[in-house]
């Protein structure tokens, strides 16, 4: 019996980039708040605005234009200039419209998996924004199922492929967070690989799961056909 029968794919940093435009967005929007504060104490106000705020806006590019709103008025109050109110948005409408930019290995790694295994997307974020996203991406015929979750939790995952394999005992997830991607997914009882990126939000960050035996770490997406191929059930 093979040991798997479906296989899950995360959006943002796996399939295509995403954080990039996070990131290049933050420095911009530093460099507005540069007369009320240094950058050090922005980054800082930011990071915090968006902790306290996933649980009222989720995460996506909307609830990132909201933190950096609330930032710039803690940071300047009455003295806001509404210009400044005008380019915030305007960055936020910038990320929305972004070109989406395919990950190396993506095409050829869907082609190779997509006659053998049940095909997924699982991924947070804005739903209106990941479905663009998805659309524009070229890749929408190669999955059987998308979902779009508030988060990722093993009960999440334990769902996901209830649903559309057959249990997350023979379910896989691959993805660049070891916090939403691996670690959630390994604690399901799935198979779990860590595709690094080279940028990775600092609410992302978690500590590589130790001697699991259902974990793996590959470079780039072209990898996983060949990793998958050496699976032997447990």
């Given at each position: 019996?093979?040991?798997?029968?479906?296989?899950?794919?995360?959006?943002?940093?796996?399939?295509?980039?995403?954080?990039?435009f996070?990131?290049?967005?933050?420095?911009?929007?530093?460099?507005?708040?540069?007369?009320?504060?240094?950058?050090?104490?922005?980054?800082?106000?930011?990071?915090?605005?968006?902790?306290?705020?996933?649980?009222?806006?989720?995460?996506?590019?909307?609830?990132?234009?909201?933190?950096?709103?609330?930032?710039?008025?803690?940071?300047?109050?009455?003295?806001?200039?509404?210009?400044?109110?005008?380019?915030?948005?305007?960055?936020?409408?910038?990320?929305?419209?972004?070109?989406?930019?395919?990950?190396?290995?993506?095409?050829?790694?869907?082609?190779?998996?997509?006659d053998?295994?049940?095909l997924?997307?699982?991924?947070?974020?804005?739903?209106?924004?990941?479905?663009?996203?998805?659309?524009?991406s070229?890749?929408?015929?190669?999955?059987?199922?998308?979902?779009?979750?508030?988060?990722?939790?093993?009960?999440?995952?334990?769902?996901?492929?209830?649903?559309?394999?057959?249990?997350?005992?023979?379910g896989?997830?691959?993805?660049?967070?070891?916090?939403?991607?691996?670690?959630?997914?390994l604690?399901?009882?799935?198979?779990?690989?860590?595709?690094?990126?080279?940028?990775?939000?600092?609410?992302?960050?978690?500590?590589?799961?130790?001697?699991?035996?259902?974990?793996?770490?590959?470079?780039?997406l072209?990898?996983?056909?060949?990793?998958?191929?050496?699976?032997?059930?447990?």
């Amino acid at each position: 019996m093979r040991p798997l029968t479906a296989i899950a794919f995360d959006a943002d940093d796996t399939l295509w980039q995403n954080e990039r435009f996070f990131q290049d967005s933050q420095r911009r929007f530093i460099s507005m708040l540069e007369p009320f504060a240094d950058a050090d104490k922005v980054e800082a106000e930011l990071l915090g605005a968006e902790r306290r705020n996933i649980g009222f806006y989720g995460f996506g590019v909307k609830g990132f234009t909201l933190s950096m709103l609330e930032t710039a008025t803690m940071l300047c109050g009455d003295d806001l200039p509404p210009a400044v109110v005008r380019d915030i948005l305007g960055l936020g409408k910038a990320m929305l419209d972004h070109p989406v930019e395919l990950l190396p290995g993506v095409v050829e790694t869907l082609q190779a998996l997509r006659d053998h295994y049940t095909l997924l997307v699982v991924t947070k974020g804005d739903l209106f924004d990941q479905e663009r996203k998805l659309v524009q991406s070229g890749l929408a015929d190669y999955f059987d199922h998308v979902e779009i979750v508030s988060d990722k939790t093993p009960d999440v995952y334990r769902r996901v492929f209830d649903r559309h394999g057959q249990g997350p005992a023979r379910g896989m997830m691959i993805g660049n967070s070891l916090k939403s991607d691996v670690l959630p997914a390994l604690e399901a009882g799935c198979w779990a690989v860590h595709v690094p990126h080279d940028l990775t939000w600092a609410l992302e960050h978690a500590d590589e799961p130790a001697g699991h035996t259902r974990y793996r770490v590959v470079s780039n997406l072209s990898a996983i056909p060949a990793e998958i191929a050496e699976l032997q059930p447990d």
